[in-house]
């Protein structure tokens, strides 16, 4: 079983973009929206600038850049806090975590809830990913640091971007759960659609060794991606994760991690607690 690779012109990613996770790289949010007042005034002029300064950078970039993803759809089942892949005559098992605090009367989740139960005898499917931007992206002007810091939150954003336009089409076509799928690019930033998308590092999946295994699954330098020893993923502006359809997904936290939880996850993952420790973002 081999990923499947794509490559996107940025002209096909841009429109995906989501510029309120842009603005709050720059400390712009609520800018575009601000009080006529002579502060609010300033700061809606830095914020104009800011956009044109990137529209413009895109443009440059759209001649030379693309980005690129990998994903492979793949038979599963939840087995208690796992996620069982049923591979080509083999199974692999993702160890998932489970939250540990919720409201009263809340269940604590787990991202293995939302695959159907090994014990049905039915298998489910899931999917996993990675999406990046060309190395080039990043290092675009580097001689300047404002040109710099821009190209690399672009890079960042358009690697959510491309991670979204893979799931759109993911969902209408490739594993064809939602073909009649109709909505607005803002609709899908609203997370309108069904399933979700959790990614390696975020609250849902804090343990960015995750990235070890979806490496392994995927082959990430297929796409130019390289892991550093931490398990970040280099372009920075990279991300990857799951692919889950069930109509209840949702995302949450984690949040803090007991003691007995990380023995478990670590013997799970079959390593010592203490190094998964130092993978776990919290």
Same mark, same amino acid.
């Given at each position: 079983?081999?990923?499947?690779?794509?490559?996107? #012109?940025? &002209?096909?990613?841009?429109?995906?973009?989501?510029?309120?996770?842009? &603005?709050?790289?720059?400390?712009? *949010?609520? @800018?575009?929206? /601000?009080?006529?007042?002579?502060?609010?005034?300033?700061?809606?002029?830095?914020?104009?600038?800011?956009?044109?300064?990137?529209?413009?950078? +895109?443009?440059?970039?759209? /001649?030379?850049?693309?980005?690129?993803?990998?994903?492979?759809?793949?038979?599963?089942?939840?087995?208690?806090?796992?996620?069982? =892949? $049923?591979?080509?005559?083999?199974?692999?098992?993702?160890?998932?975590?489970?939250?540990?605090?919720?409201?009263?009367?809340?269940?604590?989740?787990?991202?293995?809830?939302?695959?159907?139960?090994?014990? *049905?005898?039915?298998? &489910?499917?899931?999917?996993?990913?990675?999406?990046?931007?060309?190395?080039?992206?990043?290092?675009?002007?580097?001689?300047?640091?404002?040109?710099?810091?821009? @190209?690399?939150?672009?890079?960042?954003?358009?690697?959510?971007?491309?991670?979204?336009? +893979? $799931?759109?089409?993911?969902?209408?076509?490739?594993?064809?759960?939602?073909? &009649?799928?109709?909505?607005?690019?803002?609709?899908?930033?609203?997370?309108?659609?069904?399933?979700?998308?959790? /990614?390696?590092?975020?609250?849902? =999946?804090?343990?960015?060794?995750?990235?070890?295994? +979806?490496?392994?699954?995927?082959?990430?330098?297929?796409?130019?991606?390289?892991?550093?020893?931490?398990?970040?993923?280099?372009?920075?502006? #990279?991300? *990857?994760?799951?692919?889950? @359809?069930?109509?209840?997904?949702?995302?949450?936290?984690?949040?803090?991690?007991?003691?007995?939880?990380?023995?478990?996850?670590?013997?799970?993952?079959?390593?010592?607690?203490?190094?998964?420790?130092?993978?776990?973002?919290?």
């Amino acid at each position: 079983m081999q990923a499947e690779e794509r490559k996107y #012109s940025l &002209d096909e990613i841009t429109p995906y973009i989501n510029w309120v996770y842009f &603005d709050h790289a720059w400390q712009m *949010s609520g @800018a575009a929206n /601000a009080a006529s007042a002579t502060q609010g005034s300033l700061r809606q002029e830095e914020y104009e600038t800011l956009h044109r300064d990137a529209l413009d950078m +895109l443009h440059e970039l759209t /001649a030379h850049y693309f980005t690129h993803a990998l994903f492979m759809l793949v038979e599963a089942n939840g087995d208690g806090d796992d996620i069982v =892949l $049923h591979m080509d005559g083999h199974t692999e098992r993702l160890p998932m975590l489970r939250q540990q605090h919720v409201p009263d009367g809340q269940p604590c989740l787990c991202m293995a809830d939302f695959v159907r139960p090994l014990s *049905s005898g039915v298998h &489910d499917c899931i999917g996993i990913f990675a999406a990046t931007v060309d190395e080039g992206i990043e290092r675009y002007r580097h001689d300047d640091p404002y040109q710099a810091l821009l @190209a690399q939150t672009l890079a960042d954003r358009l690697a959510e971007a491309t991670a979204e336009r +893979l $799931h759109e089409q993911i969902r209408k076509h490739d594993w064809g759960y939602a073909p &009649d799928e109709a909505l607005s690019v803002r609709q899908l930033h609203r997370e309108e659609f069904q399933g979700i998308r959790p /990614a390696v590092g975020y609250p849902s =999946l804090p343990d960015v060794s995750l990235n070890f295994e +979806l490496c392994r699954l995927l082959d990430f330098g297929r796409i130019g991606i390289l892991l550093t020893e931490s398990g970040m993923m280099q372009p920075h502006g #990279s991300v *990857s994760g799951l692919m889950i @359809a069930h109509p209840q997904a949702r995302y949450f936290n984690i949040g803090k991690i007991g003691q007995d939880q990380l023995d478990d996850y670590a013997r799970r993952r079959h390593v010592d607690s203490k190094t998964i420790r130092k993978y776990i973002q919290q």
